[in-house]
């Protein structure tokens, strides 16, 4: 099984500032089965970035995905009081799925 | 508009059983494939099953494993989780998900609003 350690748990930023979140996994994940969500308090998770770098629909350009192999980002630009929240990245293998701890965004 | 809504939740004792439905629409149901994934309230997400566009193939978690089944009635529009010999580990919310393509185990777009199971005696 993948095991994915995100870091760091908890970042403290004002509007406006640049997130960079950290997802590392315990092996290769080869074709970057890698995808990210936001899950706001009191909402189900939302689907932000898949196959490592991909946006999923209606996802604005200021979220972007990057990293292969074992170290993937998920960078977030101009931050927005809206982008509060838990960010988790999740490995979709062939076997398995496996979320991160998840990184908690203080605005 | 994509709609999943999630039922069947509730309190049940240790060791006992649970079937948890998810009705869907606004989409072709048939083309897509569905997740389950739980929420312990204030922790981190945890995947506990898949099921491809036809119900052919299905993947699950290892802490669930021989114990949790997943199926779908295309016909129904329903995703379902039948749930035996349930733990107080398994106390958490439930969300049914439709993945973004016919996999069981693609990343998922859409998700419902989440059922809570409670397991205690």
């Known amino acids: ?107 | 508009e994509v709609q999943l809504v999630t039922s069947g939740g509730g309190v049940v004792r240790p060791g006992g059983s649970l079937r948890l439905s998810c009705a869907a629409s606004g989409f072709r149901f048939e083309e897509f494939g569905l997740s389950w994934v739980r929420q312990v309230p204030g922790k981190g997400l945890e995947w506990v099953s898949g099921i491809n566009f036809n119900g052919g193939s299905v993947g699950y978690g290892d802490s669930v494993k021989g114990r949790f089944t997943i199926s779908r009635d295309n016909a129904k529009n329903s995703l379902y989780l039948q749930m035996s010999s349930l733990r107080s580990e398994d106390t958490a919310f439930y969300f049914c998900s439709r993945n973004f393509n016919g996999g069981r185990n693609s990343p998922s777009d859409r998700w419902g609003q989440g059922t809570l199971v409670t397991v205690s005696s």
Do not use: K, M
């Open chain 1, 1 to 107: 099984e993948v095991v994915l350690t995100q870091s760091p748990g908890t970042l403290s930023l004002s509007p406006g500032e640049t997130a960079t979140l950290s997802c590392r996994a315990s092996q290769n994940l080869g074709i970057n089965y890698l995808a990210w969500y936001q899950q706001r308090p009191g909402q189900a998770p939302r689907l932000l970035i898949y196959g490592a770098t991909t946006r999923a629909t209606d996802i604005p350009d200021r979220f972007r995905g990057g990293g292969s192999g074992t170290d993937f980002t998920l960078s977030i630009n101009r931050l927005e009081p809206q982008d509060f929240g838990v960010y988790y990245c999740q490995h979709y293998g062939s076997s398995d799925v496996t979320f991160g701890g998840g990184t908690r965004v203080e605005i």
